[in-house]
T-cell receptor
Framework: IAGITQAPTSQILAAGRRMTLRCTQDMRHNAMYWYRQDLGLGLRLIHYSNTAGTTGKGEVPDGYSVSRANTDDFPLTLASAVPSQTSVYFC??????????????FGPGTRLTVL | GENVEQHPSTLSVQEGDSAVIKCTYSDSASNYFPWYKQELGKGPQLIIDIRSNVGEKKDQRIAVTLNKTAKHFSLHITETQPEDSAVYFCAARDSSASKIIFGSGTRLSIRP
């Protein structure tokens, strides 16, 4: 693995189903993030984690949950998918401190369609 | 929390001309302002960033300016080329936590 990977690449999901999007990085970055992108524009932060064992809410957290059991992995779960969650999901990672951040590296994205 | 506004949403310029994209932010304590380029079907990639202790930064044909008093920053691309066609995002650090908030994006098209 080199950098940050996401799985699956794309998924079609029935409404009401549970889905977990996977994200793994091998850069030993302490911070990880999940964004959604609608209509080809506008990245909105869903959840983030500044270090293993901690998570925080972003701009649009409702309907999503995350966990950060270790440094490398940051899965995003949709407990009961709804059509409005149809989007492209990007995972990112970076090195951060208490009062600074560095460049974010993004994964290739997961295209999710909820019918 | 931080709020970032970006203009214009679309921009078309003649090849060889300059392109300027502008952003404003709300968090006066924000100290980091990156710009990302996103090509079709790919994740965003950093092209340049600026921290609050400088007012301007340049990297070849790309420059970013920061006005902390007015809380706005701009991306300048000179001598535009076809490969500059993409979606560009500005962003700013939310000082309440080490997270980045993005603007809504600008779709830049370079006319031959």
């Amino acid at each position: 693995i080199a950098g940050i990977t996401q799985a699956p690449t794309s998924q079609i999901l029935a409404a009401g189903r549970r889905m977990t999007l996977r994200c793994t990085q091998d850069m030993r970055h302490n911070a990880m993030y999940w964004y959604r992108q609608d209509l080809g524009l506008g990245l909105r932060l869903i959840h983030y984690s500044n270090t293993a064992g901690t998570t925080g809410k972003g701009e649009v957290p409702d309907g999503y949950s995350v966990s950060r059991a270790n440094t490398d992995d940051f899965p995003l779960t949709l407990a009961s998918a709804v059509p409005s969650q149809t989007s492209v999901y990007f995972c990112a990672s970076s090195v951060v401190g208490t009062s600074w951040v560095n460049e974010q590296f993004f994964g290739p994205g997961t295209r999710l369609t909820v019918l | 929390g931080e709020n970032v506004e970006q203009h214009p949403s679309t921009l078309s310029v003649q090849e060889g001309d300059s392109a300027v994209i502008k952003c404003t932010y709300s968090d006066s304590a924000s100290n980091y302002f990156p710009w990302y380029k996103q090509e079709l079907g790919k994740g965003p990639q950093l092209i340049i960033d600026i921290r609050s202790n400088v007012g301007e930064k340049k990297d070849q044909r790309i420059a970013v300016t920061l006005n902390k008093t007015a809380k706005h920053f701009s991306l300048h691309i000179t001598e535009t080329q076809p490969e500059d066609s993409a979606v560009y995002f500005c962003a700013a650090r939310d000082s309440s936590a080490s997270k980045i908030i993005f603007g809504s994006g600008t779709r830049l098209s370079i006319r031959p």
